[in-house]
C-alpha cells in the first residue's frame, strides 16, 4: 500500500489527485488494533531499552496528550504514531478499512471488488 504522502509526492497537484478520487477508485487501508500495536513496538522497538511497558505507555499517552500541534505526533516513531497522522482518514472515503487481525477475509472482500477473483495474485501498488 502506498502511504498518502508517497501518493502526493508522485500527484503533481490537488487537481489530479480530486480527478482520481472522484473516478471512485477501490481505496483500502489496513490497520491494527491500538493496543497491539503499543504492544509489538514495545518487544520490538523499546524492550531492549531497559523501559518497563509502563513506562513506555506513559511515556507514549504523555507526548499524545501534551500535544499542542500536529506536528510533534509526526515526531513520534511510526510504530506508535495515531494511525490518522498519516493515512487521511478525514481526507480519503475509504471503501475498505480492513483490519490486520481480519486480514485474510478482508483480502477476499477487496480482491472480489477488484475482479481479481484469485488470491494468490499480488497487488503492487
Not at 12 to 26: A, H, Q, W, Y
Not at 32 to 46: I, K, T
Not at 61 to 68: I, V
Amino acid at each position: 500500500l502506498i502511504l498518502l504522502d508517497s501518493l502526493l509526492q508522485e500527484i503533481k497537484n490537488m487537481e489530479t489527485f480530486n480527478r482520481i478520487l472522484e473516478g471512485d477508485p477501490v481505496s483500502f487501508t489496513n490497520v491494527r488494533h491500538p493496543f497491539e500495536r503499543l504492544v509489538s513496538a514495545y518487544y520490538n522497538q523499546v524492550q531492549s531499552s531497559g523501559k518497563t511497558f509502563d513506562q513506555f505507555v506513559q511515556s507514549v499517552l504523555m507526548t499524545a496528550n501534551t500535544t499542542q500541534n500536529k506536528q510533534t505526533y509526526f515526531e513520534m516513531n511510526q510504530h506508535w504514531r495515531p494511525y490518522n497522522t498519516y493515512c487521511a482518514f478525514c481526507n480519503i472515503n475509504y471503501k475498505v478499512i480492513s483490519k490486520m487481525e481480519t486480514f485474510k477475509e478482508d483480502k477476499k472482500e477487496i480482491m472480489h471488488m477488484l475482479g481479481l477473483e484469485d488470491e494468490e495474485k499480488r497487488l503492487n501498488v
